[in-house]
């Protein structure tokens, strides 16, 4: 089967013969009362890594927003939305808005919304804040952070990041969007997954040591909850190595293999939405169900992501730095082939039989 689902974009696997073995996988205990081992050298690591002050742990993104909006929404506030946003920071600013807080959303990359809506959250003596994403699946760009950035430092408001699709993929030595952007201050928060470029199943929180030193101190789930395991430490410890000593290298061959994938698809007549990062997914076309399309490249031996929203599926295909160049033509062969197949005057060709369409 080729493996077009998986989203560890560098191909970083970790497995645990590499990592050395441990005496517990955890201690039993909370982090507010004793943080795991290596989670103190690996959060030092990464706020040097991303550009900030200091870094914390958690076990996911959602108890670190969850409980980042909770501290922050303990002064007067207004969350502004950028309508890109995944839905996991989301969740973090919904339950603030739960309890009171104002939220908008704005459409993505609008700048001139934001200020606006910043402008009226002053007016109301509310700090406002901009939660937005590093990138924004399906966009042709990153969103315009920088601008954001500015207009909440002359706000007195705050900017923060879900960068979980861009740590490790871009910005000097993958230090993601705030190196990317050379975007810093004590107004900016970046909360990141390590589990896909870096392939690591935890989270982490990169800001000034004043808001680290506050999260630290109100975090629900540092007190509530597991910490990142001994095992999710050690591979995000192993990520950091490989990163300093292959990280460039496997960057160039990820944005070469989709740089591949979207000039083969202009060669077989596949139209993808704009955007060269590596999760390309097909532009709706007429008379193409993607369950069906997805079921057909399963049976050709290509497993792909089956996005669903309501009633609308979308097909999408995770390139990442382990595909070899012969993999990425197959893959297009099949999809080709499959799309042929599902169109209204679709005929199977030997080629397609030979496949097993």
């Not at 050395?20 to 201690?27: F, H, Q, R, S, V």
């Not at 706020?47 to 900030?52: D, P, Q």
């Not at 969850?66 to 969740?91: H, K, T, W």
């Not at 993958?174 to 690591?200: D, I, N, Q, W, Y």
Request: net charge positive.
């Amino acid at each position: 089967m080729l493996d077009f689902a998986s989203a560890l974009y560098l191909g970083m696997h970790h497995p645990s013969a590499e990592l050395g073995g441990w005496n517990a996988l955890t201690l039993g205990r909370p982090a507010a009362s004793r943080e795991p081992p290596g989670a103190a050298q690996l959060a030092q690591a990464l706020a040097l890594l991303c550009g900030c002050q200091a870094a914390t742990l958690l076990p996911s993104t959602l108890h670190l927003f969850c409980d980042l909006f909770e501290l922050l929404a303990r002064e007067p506030l207004a969350i502004l939305v950028d309508g890109a946003s995944y839905p996991i920071a989301r969740s973090g600013a919904e339950r603030a808005a739960a309890r009171g807080t104002p939220l908008t959303v704005f459409a993505h990359a609008d700048v001139d919304g934001a200020r606006r809506l910043a402008t009226a959250a002053r007016r109301q003596g509310r700090r406002p804040l901009i939660l937005a994403d590093g990138h924004a699946p399906g966009a042709p760009g990153p969103p315009p952070l920088a601008a954001y950035a500015a207009l909440m430092r002359e706000a007195g408001g705050w900017l923060v990041l879900d960068d979980t699709q861009v740590i490790g993929l871009c910005g000097e030595d993958g230090g993601g969007s705030l190196r990317r952007h050379g975007v810093a201050g004590p107004h900016v928060v970046a909360g990141s997954s390590l589990s896909k470029a870096f392939g690591a199943p935890l989270a982490v929180l990169c800001a000034s040591a004043q808001l680290v030193h506050r999260f630290g101190q109100a975090s629900q789930s540092r007190v509530h909850a597991s910490p990142p395991s001994v095992a999710a430490i050690r591979a995000a410890l192993a990520a950091l190595r490989i990163n300093r000593a292959q990280g460039d290298r496997l960057r160039r061959r990820l944005w070469r293999r989709v740089a591949q994938w979207r000039l083969g698809a202009v060669r077989h007549g596949i139209a993808l939405h704009a955007g060269a990062f590596p999760v390309q997914t097909l532009a709706p076309r007429r008379g193409i169900d993607s369950v069906a399309l997805h079921a057909c490249l399963r049976r050709a031996g290509v497993d792909a992501v089956l996005q669903r929203a309501g009633a609308q599926a979308a097909l999408s295909f995770i390139v990442t730095a382990r595909h070899a160049p012969h993999e990425i033509e197959r893959a297009l062969a099949l999809l080709a082939a499959c799309l042929r197949a599902q169109a209204p005057s679709g005929r199977q060709t030997r080629r397609e039989y030979e496949y097993g369409i």
